[in-house]
Protein backbone atom coordinates (compact mmCIF):
# COMPACT_ATOMS: atom_id res chain seq x y z
CA UNK A 1 0.00 0.00 0.00
CA UNK A 2 1.68 3.52 -1.01
CA UNK A 3 2.24 6.18 1.45
CA UNK A 4 -1.29 8.28 0.69
CA UNK A 5 -3.21 5.20 1.07
CA UNK A 6 -2.15 4.17 4.12
CA UNK A 7 -3.00 7.99 5.47
CA UNK A 8 -6.04 7.93 3.78
CA UNK A 9 -6.70 4.46 5.54
CA UNK A 10 -5.30 5.32 8.71
CA UNK A 11 -7.66 8.86 9.14
CA UNK A 12 -10.53 6.29 8.46
CA UNK A 13 -9.53 4.06 11.01
CA UNK A 14 -8.78 6.52 13.82
CA UNK A 15 -12.15 8.63 13.10
CA UNK A 16 -14.06 4.81 13.11
CA UNK A 17 -12.38 3.84 16.53
CA UNK A 18 -13.12 7.34 17.82
CA UNK A 19 -16.61 6.49 18.00
CA UNK A 20 -16.35 3.54 19.85
CA UNK A 21 -18.18 5.30 23.01
CA UNK A 22 -20.69 5.65 20.99
CA UNK A 23 -20.86 2.18 19.60
CA UNK A 24 -21.18 0.39 22.95
CA UNK A 25 -23.90 3.08 24.02
CA UNK A 26 -26.28 2.37 21.27
CA UNK A 27 -25.55 -1.49 21.60
CA UNK A 28 -26.54 -1.12 25.21
CA UNK A 29 -29.52 0.77 24.43
CA UNK A 30 -30.98 -1.43 21.67
CA UNK A 31 -29.84 -4.63 23.31
CA UNK A 32 -33.77 -5.63 24.72
CA UNK A 33 -34.53 -4.79 21.16
CA UNK A 34 -32.35 -6.79 19.68
CA UNK A 35 -33.25 -9.75 21.74
CA UNK A 36 -36.80 -9.46 20.90
CA UNK A 37 -36.81 -8.48 17.34
CA UNK A 38 -36.16 -10.45 14.74
CA UNK A 39 -32.36 -10.97 13.65
CA UNK A 40 -31.56 -10.80 9.17
CA UNK A 41 -31.27 -14.27 8.99
CA UNK A 42 -34.94 -14.12 9.07
CA UNK A 43 -34.39 -12.90 5.32
CA UNK A 44 -32.37 -15.44 4.34
CA UNK A 45 -33.56 -17.36 0.90
CA UNK A 46 -32.89 -19.98 -1.60
CA UNK A 47 -30.64 -18.14 -3.73
CA UNK A 48 -31.98 -20.21 -6.56
CA UNK A 49 -35.13 -19.04 -6.84
CA UNK A 50 -33.65 -15.08 -6.27
CA UNK A 51 -34.26 -12.84 -9.41
CA UNK A 52 -32.09 -9.05 -9.26
CA UNK A 53 -32.10 -6.46 -6.94
CA UNK A 54 -31.20 -3.11 -7.64
CA UNK A 55 -29.18 -1.25 -4.99
CA UNK A 56 -29.80 2.86 -4.78
CA UNK A 57 -27.35 4.77 -3.19
CA UNK A 58 -27.21 8.54 -2.94
CA UNK A 59 -24.22 9.12 -5.71
CA UNK A 60 -25.14 12.50 -7.66
CA UNK A 61 -25.81 10.53 -10.47
CA UNK A 62 -29.37 9.32 -9.07
CA UNK A 63 -30.75 12.88 -9.81
CA UNK A 64 -28.03 13.73 -12.67
CA UNK A 65 -29.19 10.89 -14.91
CA UNK A 66 -33.07 11.02 -13.36
CA UNK A 67 -32.43 7.07 -12.39
CA UNK A 68 -35.35 7.25 -9.78
CA UNK A 69 -38.15 7.97 -12.10
CA UNK A 70 -36.71 6.08 -15.17
CA UNK A 71 -36.98 2.96 -12.41
CA UNK A 72 -40.50 3.87 -11.14
CA UNK A 73 -41.59 3.89 -14.56
CA UNK A 74 -40.49 0.98 -15.79
CA UNK A 75 -41.67 -2.64 -16.09
CA UNK A 76 -38.99 -3.84 -13.37
CA UNK A 77 -39.92 -6.70 -11.55
CA UNK A 78 -36.84 -7.47 -9.03
CA UNK A 79 -36.12 -6.39 -5.35
CA UNK A 80 -35.17 -3.29 -4.59
CA UNK A 81 -32.64 -2.02 -1.81
CA UNK A 82 -32.65 1.81 -1.07
CA UNK A 83 -29.96 3.16 1.92
CA UNK A 84 -31.52 5.30 4.51
CA UNK A 85 -30.46 8.39 3.14
CA UNK A 86 -32.19 8.18 -0.45
CA UNK A 87 -35.16 6.88 0.65
CA UNK A 88 -37.76 9.60 1.31
CA UNK A 89 -37.23 10.36 -2.34
CA UNK A 90 -36.95 7.43 -3.48
CA UNK A 91 -40.79 7.28 -2.02
CA UNK A 92 -41.56 10.71 -3.51
CA UNK A 93 -40.50 9.42 -6.80
CA UNK A 94 -42.99 6.21 -7.07
CA UNK A 95 -40.12 4.18 -6.33
CA UNK A 96 -42.42 2.18 -3.19
CA UNK A 97 -43.01 -1.15 -1.85
CA UNK A 98 -46.70 -1.27 -3.69
CA UNK A 99 -44.73 -1.08 -7.33
CA UNK A 100 -41.90 -3.46 -5.83
CA UNK A 101 -43.06 -5.80 -3.76
CA UNK A 102 -39.36 -6.92 -2.42
CA UNK A 103 -38.13 -3.35 -0.48
CA UNK A 104 -35.75 -2.88 1.75
CA UNK A 105 -33.86 -0.05 3.35
CA UNK A 106 -30.76 -0.13 4.98
CA UNK A 107 -28.52 1.87 7.46
CA UNK A 108 -25.05 1.59 9.00
CA UNK A 109 -24.00 4.67 10.36
CA UNK A 110 -24.52 4.81 14.73
CA UNK A 111 -25.31 8.74 14.59
CA UNK A 112 -28.89 10.49 16.02
CA UNK A 113 -29.15 12.62 12.86
CA UNK A 114 -30.11 9.44 10.90
CA UNK A 115 -33.05 9.81 12.39
CA UNK A 116 -34.18 12.91 10.29
CA UNK A 117 -33.66 10.58 7.04
CA UNK A 118 -37.00 8.47 8.28
CA UNK A 119 -39.04 11.65 9.61
CA UNK A 120 -41.57 12.18 6.95
CA UNK A 121 -45.14 11.05 5.98
CA UNK A 122 -44.59 9.34 3.10
CA UNK A 123 -42.30 6.98 5.03
CA UNK A 124 -45.41 6.80 7.44
CA UNK A 125 -47.27 6.01 4.61
CA UNK A 126 -45.48 3.28 3.13
CA UNK A 127 -43.29 1.92 6.37
CA UNK A 128 -45.18 -0.97 7.18
CA UNK A 129 -44.47 -2.59 3.79
CA UNK A 130 -40.90 -1.96 3.76
CA UNK A 131 -38.09 -4.47 5.44
CA UNK A 132 -34.98 -2.63 7.32
CA UNK A 133 -31.82 -3.94 8.10
CA UNK A 134 -29.81 -2.19 10.95
CA UNK A 135 -26.49 -2.80 12.67
CA UNK A 136 -26.39 -3.14 16.34
CA UNK A 137 -25.19 0.05 16.87
CA UNK A 138 -27.86 2.25 14.91
CA UNK A 139 -28.96 4.93 17.36
CA UNK A 140 -31.61 4.23 19.56
CA UNK A 141 -33.41 7.52 18.21
CA UNK A 142 -33.30 6.45 14.70
CA UNK A 143 -34.35 2.72 15.16
CA UNK A 144 -37.33 4.57 17.67
CA UNK A 145 -38.78 6.31 14.64
CA UNK A 146 -38.64 3.18 12.14
CA UNK A 147 -40.31 1.35 14.42
CA UNK A 148 -42.95 4.83 14.42
CA UNK A 149 -42.92 4.51 10.65
CA UNK A 150 -44.08 0.65 10.64
CA UNK A 151 -40.74 -0.61 8.94
CA UNK A 152 -40.20 -3.88 10.24
CA UNK A 153 -36.71 -4.01 11.87
CA UNK A 154 -33.90 -6.98 11.29
CA UNK A 155 -30.76 -6.68 13.05
CA UNK A 156 -27.15 -7.91 12.33
CA UNK A 157 -23.83 -7.34 13.70
CA UNK A 158 -21.39 -4.67 11.41
CA UNK A 159 -17.79 -6.44 10.88
CA UNK A 160 -15.54 -3.89 12.93
CA UNK A 161 -12.78 -4.99 14.61
CA UNK A 162 -13.27 -8.88 14.38
CA UNK A 163 -9.95 -10.04 13.38
CA UNK A 164 -8.98 -8.76 17.33
CA UNK A 165 -10.71 -12.30 18.20
CA UNK A 166 -12.90 -13.16 21.15
CA UNK A 167 -12.58 -9.97 23.30
CA UNK A 168 -13.28 -7.43 20.39
CA UNK A 169 -16.05 -5.50 20.15
CA UNK A 170 -17.65 -7.67 17.26
CA UNK A 171 -16.96 -10.73 19.40
CA UNK A 172 -18.18 -9.59 22.47
CA UNK A 173 -21.32 -8.38 21.31
CA UNK A 174 -21.97 -10.98 19.55
CA UNK A 175 -21.90 -13.85 22.83
CA UNK A 176 -23.96 -10.95 24.64
CA UNK A 177 -26.58 -10.83 21.76
CA UNK A 178 -26.15 -14.90 21.94
CA UNK A 179 -27.20 -15.06 25.44
CA UNK A 180 -30.91 -14.52 24.63
CA UNK A 181 -30.87 -15.21 21.12
CA UNK A 182 -29.73 -18.36 20.53
CA UNK A 183 -29.44 -18.05 16.56
CA UNK A 184 -27.55 -14.98 16.94
CA UNK A 185 -27.61 -12.19 13.96
CA UNK A 186 -25.43 -12.70 11.04
CA UNK A 187 -22.10 -10.09 10.37
CA UNK A 188 -21.69 -8.37 7.22
CA UNK A 189 -18.71 -5.78 5.76
CA UNK A 190 -19.74 -2.76 5.72
CA UNK A 191 -16.49 -1.04 3.63
CA UNK A 192 -17.21 2.22 6.22
CA UNK A 193 -20.51 3.16 3.85
CA UNK A 194 -24.12 2.27 3.82
CA UNK A 195 -23.97 1.84 -0.48
CA UNK A 196 -21.38 -1.21 -0.07
CA UNK A 197 -23.07 -2.53 2.88
CA UNK A 198 -26.28 -3.26 0.93
CA UNK A 199 -24.23 -4.98 -1.51
CA UNK A 200 -23.44 -7.01 0.64
CA UNK A 201 -27.02 -7.80 1.84
CA UNK A 202 -28.20 -7.87 -2.14
CA UNK A 203 -26.03 -11.50 -2.39
CA UNK A 204 -25.23 -12.81 1.82
CA UNK A 205 -28.66 -12.42 3.33
CA UNK A 206 -31.30 -12.00 0.36
CA UNK A 207 -29.23 -14.52 -2.05
CA UNK A 208 -29.83 -12.25 -5.42
CA UNK A 209 -27.15 -13.44 -8.09
CA UNK A 210 -27.74 -10.26 -10.20
CA UNK A 211 -27.05 -6.79 -8.09
CA UNK A 212 -27.01 -3.74 -10.08
CA UNK A 213 -26.25 -0.83 -8.56
CA UNK A 214 -27.31 3.14 -9.59
CA UNK A 215 -25.91 6.11 -7.22
CA UNK A 216 -22.73 4.83 -6.08
CA UNK A 217 -20.87 6.85 -7.70
CA UNK A 218 -18.19 6.97 -5.11
CA UNK A 219 -16.68 9.70 -6.12
CA UNK A 220 -17.34 13.43 -8.05
CA UNK A 221 -18.23 14.50 -11.12
CA UNK A 222 -15.80 16.86 -12.61
CA UNK A 223 -19.04 19.86 -12.36
CA UNK A 224 -19.86 18.73 -8.86
CA UNK A 225 -19.35 22.20 -6.67
CA UNK A 226 -15.62 22.32 -5.47
CA UNK A 227 -16.82 22.82 -2.35
CA UNK A 228 -18.65 19.69 -1.85
CA UNK A 229 -15.83 17.89 -3.21
CA UNK A 230 -13.53 19.24 -0.60
CA UNK A 231 -15.54 18.52 2.86
CA UNK A 232 -17.01 15.57 0.82
CA UNK A 233 -20.20 16.66 0.63
CA UNK A 234 -20.82 18.46 4.41
CA UNK A 235 -20.05 21.55 3.27
CA UNK A 236 -22.69 24.65 2.10
CA UNK A 237 -22.63 24.30 -1.70
CA UNK A 238 -23.03 27.78 -2.51
CA UNK A 239 -19.54 28.58 -0.54
CA UNK A 240 -17.05 30.17 -2.92
CA UNK A 241 -13.96 27.38 -3.43
CA UNK A 242 -11.60 27.95 -5.94
CA UNK A 243 -11.86 24.88 -8.61
CA UNK A 244 -8.40 24.66 -9.14
CA UNK A 245 -8.00 23.34 -5.77
CA UNK A 246 -9.67 19.66 -6.38
CA UNK A 247 -7.24 19.30 -9.49
CA UNK A 248 -4.39 19.93 -6.82
CA UNK A 249 -5.55 18.52 -3.96
CA UNK A 250 -7.76 15.24 -5.25
CA UNK A 251 -7.11 12.34 -7.79
CA UNK A 252 -8.82 12.68 -11.12
CA UNK A 253 -9.61 9.02 -12.98
CA UNK A 254 -11.12 8.10 -16.40
CA UNK A 255 -13.71 5.83 -16.29
CA UNK A 256 -13.02 3.78 -19.79
CA UNK A 257 -16.76 2.24 -19.32
CA UNK A 258 -18.95 5.21 -19.09
CA UNK A 259 -16.04 7.69 -21.17
CA UNK A 260 -16.08 10.01 -18.01
CA UNK A 261 -14.03 11.35 -15.63
CA UNK A 262 -14.37 11.15 -11.50
CA UNK A 263 -12.93 13.60 -8.91
CA UNK A 264 -12.07 10.99 -6.12
CA UNK A 265 -11.93 12.71 -2.10
CA UNK A 266 -9.55 10.66 0.11
CA UNK A 267 -13.04 9.42 2.00
CA UNK A 268 -14.56 7.78 -1.51
CA UNK A 269 -10.57 6.84 -2.23
CA UNK A 270 -11.36 4.24 0.43
CA UNK A 271 -14.67 3.33 -0.33
CA UNK A 272 -14.21 2.79 -3.95
CA UNK A 273 -11.06 0.50 -3.28
CA UNK A 274 -12.59 -1.61 -0.73
CA UNK A 275 -15.44 -2.40 -2.71
CA UNK A 276 -13.85 -3.05 -6.06
CA UNK A 277 -11.66 -5.78 -3.66
CA UNK A 278 -14.89 -7.01 -2.67
CA UNK A 279 -16.17 -7.65 -6.09
CA UNK A 280 -13.32 -8.75 -7.13
CA UNK A 281 -13.12 -11.66 -4.60
CA UNK A 282 -16.72 -12.03 -4.52
CA UNK A 283 -18.47 -16.17 -5.88
CA UNK A 284 -18.92 -16.82 -9.15
CA UNK A 285 -22.55 -17.00 -9.03
CA UNK A 286 -22.76 -13.11 -8.34
CA UNK A 287 -23.28 -10.52 -11.28
CA UNK A 288 -22.67 -7.33 -10.22
CA UNK A 289 -23.86 -4.60 -12.77
CA UNK A 290 -23.11 -1.28 -12.30
CA UNK A 291 -25.75 0.84 -13.72
CA UNK A 292 -24.81 4.13 -12.19
CA UNK A 293 -23.48 5.56 -15.99
CA UNK A 294 -20.44 7.16 -14.02
CA UNK A 295 -18.33 7.46 -10.93
CA UNK A 296 -15.69 5.28 -9.88
CA UNK A 297 -16.59 1.49 -9.65
CA UNK A 298 -15.34 -0.43 -12.74
CA UNK A 299 -12.83 -3.05 -13.03
CA UNK A 300 -12.88 -6.55 -12.45
CA UNK A 301 -15.95 -8.55 -12.22
CA UNK A 302 -18.02 -5.25 -12.93
CA UNK A 303 -20.14 -5.15 -15.20
CA UNK A 304 -21.02 -1.62 -16.62
CA UNK A 305 -24.09 -0.76 -18.83
CA UNK A 306 -26.61 2.21 -18.68
CA UNK A 307 -29.65 1.62 -16.09
CA UNK A 308 -32.20 1.09 -19.11
CA UNK A 309 -30.54 -1.34 -20.57
CA UNK A 310 -30.66 -3.11 -17.29
CA UNK A 311 -34.01 -2.68 -17.01
CA UNK A 312 -34.38 -4.28 -20.59
CA UNK A 313 -32.77 -7.15 -19.54
CA UNK A 314 -34.38 -7.60 -15.91
CA UNK A 315 -38.28 -6.57 -16.90
CA UNK A 316 -40.90 -8.60 -16.19
CA UNK A 317 -41.97 -9.53 -19.70
Known amino acids: MDKSNQSILEKVMKDTHEDYEKW ?48 AESNYDG ?22 KNFFVTSIEP ?13 DEFGTKIKGLFPIISSPKTVNRVREAGIKIHWFHPLIDYNKGSKSFNGLTAKIVK ?23 GWQILKYST ?15 PGQII ?12 PSITNITFRKIYNPDFNCYCIMDPIYQFYSN ?20 GGSIFGEKITSMKLLEFLEKNQDK
Open 111 to 123: YDRIELHFDHKII
Open 231 to 242: THGHENPNVEVD
Open 79 to 100: AIIVVDRVLKKALDSGVTPDKF
Open 179 to 201: AKKDEGLPALQTGGNVGTTSWFI
Open 24 to 71: INNFALNLESIWKESSAKKLMKNRQTQKSVIVIGGGPSLKKKKHLEIL
Open 211 to 225: IGLIGMNHGWDEDDN
Open 274 to 293: ALKEFISRSPKWLSTINATE
